[in-house]
């Protein structure tokens, strides 16, 4: 497998430019329509609370700000940031369609250099968007720094399932069958190699967690979905 470099992952909001109109499409086929299910579990962590201010890092199409609001939590505002001008461009089409531009607010930032003021969310989401940082160490202090005491985090991100059958199967689809459908839905192959590339070389489960204790969170917990294809981490930052 292509080894990713450093610049690979600084470029990659250029990948997402390109496949932005298609980003939904290819999401739902290659999961298998999983993806919606898995997002509406992070959704669903979020019920039960009142007039929470959110922060949305990689938001891509918007995705899940929509599910969450579609799920009837009770978000009295959302900031979705991306580097993607053309990923937002595809979300503020699709907030818009959905009458929900006066509650959701798009920012094109780097999650590593938030201009956030410290203590300012109730809760962090990140969705199939941490693999893709630079230096994911940075892009946790960032999230730890912005969000308020007892804030949590939740972030939902693709890993490698334990059982060595399934993890086997798993690879072959990811370095075979992904960049196919990519190709076939977008028209770019090479995208989706990068792709399947971020999902073998992140660092998942007890690694991840690690990570994130690392940054200053507390009580930090690794739920595996689907026999670990994916994995919901969620974490609270000290009173």
């Known amino acids: ?64 700000l929509l599910t969450i609001f579609k799920s009837d939590c009770k978000i009295s505002s959302a900031v979705g940031i991306d580097i993607s001008a053309e990923m937002l461009h595809v979300a503020a089409k699709k907030i818009a369609d959905k009458n929900l531009t006066d509650k959701i607010t798009l920012k094109q930032i780097d999650a590593a250099d938030m201009p956030f003021a410290d203590n300012s969310f109730d809760v962090a989401t990140c969705v199939f968007g941490v693999r893709n940082f630079i230096n994911p160490s940075t892009g946790l202090e960032q999230m730890f720094r912005v969000l308020k005491p007892a804030g949590r985090i939740l972030i939902l991100e693709f890993s490698l399932p334990q059982n060595s059958i399934l993890k086997w199967g798993y690879l072959i689809y990811l370095r075979y069958a992904i960049p196919l459908i ?57 009173l």
Do not use: H
Request: hydrophobic share 40%; charged share 25%; proline share 2%.
């Open 1 to 64: 497998m292509k080894n990713l470099s450093e610049p690979s992952r600084a470029d990659n909001y250029k990948i997402f430019n390109k496949i932005a109109l298609r980003y939904d499409a290819f999401n739902t086929v290659s999961s298998w329509r999983l993806d919606k299910r898995w997002r509406k579990k992070l959704a669903d962590k979020l019920k039960g609370q009142k007039n929470l201010q959110l922060l949305d890092i990689a938001t891509g199409t918007a995705e899940l």
């Open 182 to 238: 990519g190709r076939i839905i977008t028209g770019d192959k090479n995208a989706y190699q990068y792709f399947s590339g971020t999902v073998e070389t992140f660092v998942y489960g007890d690694n991840f967690c690690k990570m994130m204790t690392a940054a200053g969170f507390i009580n930090v917990l690794a739920e595996p979905l689907t026999f670990g294809v994916a994995t919901l981490y969620s974490a609270q930052k000290p």
